[in-house]
């Protein structure tokens, strides 16, 4: 396709960076601006402030909304899911949804969005799956082992999971 996102600066008037990408909706910058979360009608283009791509995640289920938690994860809504998006490109789902929302913000374990009236609604995840997973990336092996030891987060799925990723070590 022919479409991208071009970063401009306007006080020097030229183009700094761009980056192709399917048509672009909404733009979601992360609260450090460090990264940008793209968001097309079925994808999800995360990058970097200078536009240099991170990575890509496609959707069958048309994206809704999406925010930064704290920690650097991209979360997002499609018609029925909550979802997360790593920096690595890992993206998994958190919660089935009943009703449609559109999130506004990540905070710990809350998401507060809006549903399809326009109220203020404030939603409980579980981010044990997603925290785990950033702890691998990250390398923070002692954090890893205290969400195996005090958590769910059993079983032969993790396991799987570790040795997949290239963490036997830790399986």
């Not at 979360?37 to 970097?48: F, G, P, R, Y």
């Not at 995640?57 to 930064?68: L, N, P, Y």
């Not at 809006?114 to 990250?138: C, H, P, S, W």
Request: hydrophobic share 40%; aromatic share 10%.
């Amino acid at each position: 396709s022919d479409d991208k996102v071009v970063l401009f600066d306007v006080q020097q008037r030229h183009a700094v960076a761009e980056l192709s990408t399917p048509y672009v909706k909404y733009v979601v910058w992360s609260p450090d601006m460090n990264q940008v979360a793209l968001l097309s009608k079925h994808a999800i283009i995360v990058a970097n402030k200078r536009l240099q791509h991170s990575c890509t995640v496609h959707e069958t289920i048309r994206v809704k909304s999406g925010a930064w938690d704290d920690t650097g994860v991209f979360v997002y809504s499609t018609l029925n899911h909550i979802k997360y998006c790593l920096p690595n490109g890992d993206s998994g789902i958190i919660r089935t949804l009943d009703v449609p929302v559109y999130i506004t913000k990540v905070h710990l374990n809350q998401i507060y969005c809006l549903d399809r009236d326009g109220k203020n609604r404030v939603i409980q995840i579980d981010t044990t799956e997603y925290m785990f997973k950033l702890a691998l990336l990250q390398r923070k092996y002692d954090q890893v082992l205290n969400f195996i030891r005090g958590s769910a987060l059993c079983g032969q799925s993790i396991i799987a999971f570790l040795q997949q990723k290239g963490f036997p070590e830790v399986a």
